[in-house]
């Protein structure tokens, strides 16, 4: 082989080390390209996830129908309300049944007061207001 030859194949070389190096750093764009994809595919179904969890589409579809949203308000309320009479009629014949034995124990102080209140909520009981 003549010296021309070697540095011919040299050169060939060094460009295909050139090449060699353009089409790895090619791959690692491309390797780096499919993470960043792969991430925000992640990112994007997380998301949706998390957007199916909250029901928003179903809370559209609700703000685009008003009479139907003013029924289920008023269902509600009326529901709540309900909950909070029959709540309170409840503690309050608790407390009212607690005294009423308190007051049969005759406590000295005590028992005064409580047979009081007791007698006032037993006439109100008893008046008819209409």
Known sequence: MTARSRRRQGRSLRE???????VAADKSKTGNQAEQLSRVEKLIRAVSEQMERTRIADYALLLN?????????LISGV????????????????IIYVLQVLGALNLPIIGDYIADI???VQRQLELTTY
């Open 79 to 94: 529901s709540r309300g309900i909950g909070i009479a029959l709540g309170f009629t409840f503690f309050a014949a608790t």
């Open 16 to 22: 295909m080390n050139g090449e060699g190096a353009a």
């Open 65 to 73: 129908k008003p009479w139907r949203l003013l029924w289920l308000n």
């Open 118 to 120: 007791v007698r006032i």
